[in-house]
């Protein structure tokens, strides 16, 4: 019998994602006539006549990049990417987005120890927020650490860094935005879970313990402009220190400035982002269903009739899937200075810890989705860095035949046949391990050379920072920070510092001597801020001090309170 | 507490690995100064201040190759690989071979259903000697088949056809030189098992049933000019059919030319290797035994102390270590019309189907060294291509804590920490199963970029055979065959036929008529055979034809029989 799967394939596939865009120029080599798979040559990827190595260098940009979009897919190990190629497109199929990308690599992505005998030796099975802290800051840390290092020194982040060097930022998930892939582009803390001002985790962390607070609250600081995501929960918390003690963190972030939106019209009226009004979308509690509804593994699960995945009728609606929001997120960051932005495709890990084959399958589809859209944006702009890779590997794996202990599940594929996926790392109910093993890394546009070879997790934020041109000197941006007041003012009138150049800063603290120790953290926007208070009743000469929050700088000005 | 790992790490690497050869400058951009993991920049494997675009473009080689090594770890999915390295080098170490080569992708390896309703399709977990097949000949086929496709139709192999153009050919494993992966190049059969002639399931492939014979003898009829391994007690079988009937395959090899060698001091007397005495070096009657000592996964298993791999006092001496075979293979292959050599690391599967991880992980080790060997030879050569890669994924996963139902292992590893591994396809005492995730592939050299980006399996055959410029319409290099014969002989006197040109057979077989019908199958070597027979007694004309066994090209000569 001669079959044709890739025309089979093919057809399937432009059904399955619907409206996704395709981009296959971008991959080298194309086969341009395969025949039945079982023919010589039938199941080549390649042009079997062609030679690969003019295209693979074509694909080589030394040049800087203005943007870069870093497409994380979580606990999306090899295993994980076959298996959802297989399900949904055949194992001679392609995943339109990841299998698109033309420069690969493999990279590391250990953990340390933060403790003990064994503190800063390796730990072999990371975890999201110590991997996430890995590309986000350049620096190897412990489990649970979000962007501090092993003696919980906060590290500045990409994001951070891309914003203080004037590009936009952006940072979208399908999970709780506090979650800890999201989370380390914004905060820093020593407990990933400590997710809002009610968390009992934040410890030192929390804004009354003098920390820098809880993820969210950070988030808010930080200013990307644009997050999007699920965990509108911890939104919903009210602060319990600080200036904005006593109100929610939605009442919060409204009044920082932020275009707080929570659906998909709030999204739609969004018609631009800035630091001046960033967006905060927050579409669910938690994390976003996933595309297929759950599946459960069972002992022996494999040996029975292989399932279809189903839609999942708890689904966000498709503006608000991940391909939709990535698009949303490049239009609103796209400006001449160029921009950085995160997207994460969470529920891969989420559902592979589950045991649920359909869930993870869906994800990764989704998220796939979100390749395309990245990859249609950079083809067009030819001047963005798109990388794809995973945080670290998981359970899942492809078998032959059903284990005897492992959890398993039987699916029936785009092929028409059956796949076995076992999940071996935990018992029933329990929750399926992180693995240790390597990576794959992919790369397209400027400086993705970079990830070819074996690299490390770490190397990554050195890829983006320097296709970025960032100076990660950001403390320096506020060196010739500086103040103006009006000299001469009445007393119990209004005082208004006007601070500038405070570029290295995302916010300044004010004091007033003689008389005022602290007055209230201001937002630097657009490396300025505009600082006002009532002015001292007592005549005479005031000194206003205006220091950066995160560089120090310290700037004075006077005035003289006159009648 | 800052520590040094890095450092430790090299020397622990030298005291480990011995003289093993060291090729560093062919990895693009080794980060120059490592400190402290947790220091920032402190775990990149690249220059954090560096650009790899240039040595990764300069990597890039679109010439065509004098010479291919491929080197297969079977089994060696991107797990083993990071539990190996782990173990011995520790995480932020490096295998000195397989993670120094600087081009990298990934392909699939799924193979195709041979009969039913799924004929033709894809079966997600294939087998050693589907996979083999694959890079073998460029089609896909079913698991268990050896070189022919899912109709059973022999398939010409990379060897075969590197042969035929004028290459010298090598195969060297650590496994039974029938194994499926050294097998896949120098035979055809529908069941991997039929190893000798005393194998039942040979079946149509015997000769005694017109078949081509089992592997062992096919092997000899192939005549690679090195093929070194293990498997020598198929070769005391004793040949039930043909020419050889009632020799062992030991004194066949040995009347066809073969220089036979079974021990060390053996192979170090053979000084050259060519089609008139090729090298048929087999050291042990099974498998080699590896080089750490075996260790038993338990269920809870990781639970226990952590162990260290102990030396396996079976291990062959260091001159027949699989990186030593491959120098030797090399220096004997090496010359000016190029050659194609197959090195296999074989117990990587072998053990991981045994859950031994010290096993999979000695082994892996040694198949390390025989890359550093191949990419020493290729440095300096500058006209050879390394591709590293395996057949298929496997079961071996580095956890985090002991899975409950799993077989386990605890590994005190290079970082003075401790690494627990799993196996959770198969239960006690059982075979753990391959995994169908795609795999990485790594190359350097002429070519090499071929496989960057997504591949199949299959593109391999093509990477190869396009970089070495093989003609692969071998049948037609017999097309100007002739014989010489003198004109005229006396009754009863020796006739010699000569052949030439008979570049597209590896055999060819004679008749004279009128009178004999069949005279024995001869040996092509460097396209030339001669053929003796005794004159008929009756004087008159005859004509002898002469059949490429491969080609079918038939050559006639006339004689006259006279007084």
Redesign the interface.
Same mark, same amino acid.
């Given at each position: 019998?001669?079959?044709s799967?890739r025309a089979k394939v093919t057809a399937l596939s432009a059904l399955a994602v619907g409206t996704a865009l395709l981009v296959p120029d971008i991959?080298?080599?194309v086969n341009p006539a395969p025949a039945?798979?079982?023919?010589?040559?039938?199941?080549?990827?390649?042009d079997?006549?062609g030679?690969? $190595?003019?295209s693979?260098?074509a694909a080589?940009?030394?040049g800087d990049a203005k943007n870069v979009i870093l497409l994380i897919g979580d606990g999306m @190990?090899? $295993?994980e990417?076959?298996v959802a190629?297989?399900y949904q497109y055949?194992?001679?199929g392609?995943l339109p987005g990841i299998?698109a990308?033309?420069?690969? *690599?493999?990279?590391?992505t250990?953990s340390?120890?933060r403790e003990g005998a064994?503190?800063?030796?390796?730990?072999?099975?990371p975890d999201s927020a110590a991997t996430g802290s890995?590309w986000a800051?350049?620096?190897?840390?412990y489990d649970n650490a979000i962007s501090v290092?092993?003696?919980q020194a906060p590290?500045p982040t990409i994001l951070e860094i891309a914003k203080a060097n004037g590009l936009k930022t952006g940072d979208v998930t399908t999970s709780e935005i506090q979650d800890a892939t999201p989370a380390v582009l914004v905060s820093h803390v020593d407990a990933r879970s400590c997710y809002g001002p009610d968390s009992p985790t934040c410890g030192n962390d929390a804004l009354a313990a003098g920390g820098l607070g809880s993820i969210s609250e950070q988030l808010i600081g930080t200013r990307p402009d644009v997050a999007l995501g699920g965990g509108s929960a911890s939104f919903t918390q009210t602060a319990n220190a600080g200036q904005w003690a006593g109100q929610t963190l939605f009442d919060q972030a409204t009044e920082r400035g932020y275009q707080v939106v929570g659906d998909a019209a709030g999204l739609t009226a969004v018609t631009a982002a800035s630091q001046k009004a960033p967006v905060l979308g927050l579409f669910t509690p938690g994390n976003f269903p996933t595309r297929y509804a759950p599946t459960t593994a069972t002992v022996g699960g494999a040996d029975l009739p292989a399932v279809s995945c189903q839609p999942n009728p708890e689904r966000l609606s498709s503006d608000l899937s991940l391909g939709s929001l990535t698009t949303t997120a490049i239009s609103l960051l796209d400006n001449k200075k160029g921009f950085f932005l995160q997207v994460e495709g969470a529920s891969i890990d989420k559902r592979d810890h589950s045991a649920d084959a359909c869930g993870q399958i869906g994800e990764t589809v989704d998220f796939d989705e979100a390749v395309q859209a990245a990859l249609a944006f950079a083809e067009k702009d030819g001047n963005t860095l798109v990388l794809v890779t995973a945080d670290h590997?998981h359970?899942s794996?492809?078998?032959?035949?059903t284990?005897?202990?492992?959890l398993s599940t039987a699916l029936a594929?785009a092929? *028409?046949?059956v796949?076995?996926v076992?999940? @071996?790392?935990?018992?029933v109910g @329990?929750s399926q391990?992180?693995?240790?093993?390597?990576?794959?890394v992919?790369g397209f546009g400027p *400086?993705a050379?970079?990830i070819? @070879?074996?690299?490390?997790?770490?190397?990554t934020f050195?890829?983006m920072s320097?296709a970025l041109e960032l100076d990660r000197n950001t403390t320096a941006f506020s060196e010739r920070a500086r103040l103006s007041v009006d000299r001469s003012v009445k007393p119990g009138s209004t005082v208004t510092v006007k601070a500038d150049r405070f570029g290295g800063d995302r916010q300044v603290s004010a004091s007033m001597a003689p008389g005022r120790a602290v007055l209230e953290p201001t937002d630097i926007i657009d490396s300025a801020a505009t600082i006002s208070f009532t002015a001292p009743t007592a005549l005479g000469d005031y000194t206003v001090t205006v220091t950066g929050a995160q560089s120090g700088k310290q700037v004075t000005a006077k005035f003289t309170v006159k009648k």
């Open positions: 019998m001669k079959i799967t991959a080298v080599a039945s798979l079982a023919a010589s040559a039938g199941a080549t990827r390649h079997p006549a030679d690969a $190595s003019s693979v260098k080589i940009d030394s @190990g090899d $295993s990417i076959t190629r297989n055949g194992a001679a392609r299998d990308l033309p420069l690969t *690599g493999q990279y590391t250990y340390l120890y064994n503190k800063g030796k390796p730990d072999y099975v890995a800051t350049g620096t190897k840390t290092d092993i003696d590290q590997a359970s794996q492809i078998v032959d035949s284990p005897p202990t492992s594929t092929d *028409g046949t796949m076995k076992s999940y @071996g790392t935990a018992g @329990g391990q992180h693995t240790g093993s390597q990576l794959g992919a *400086g050379a970079n070819v @070879g074996l690299t490390d997790q770490t190397d050195f890829t320097n």
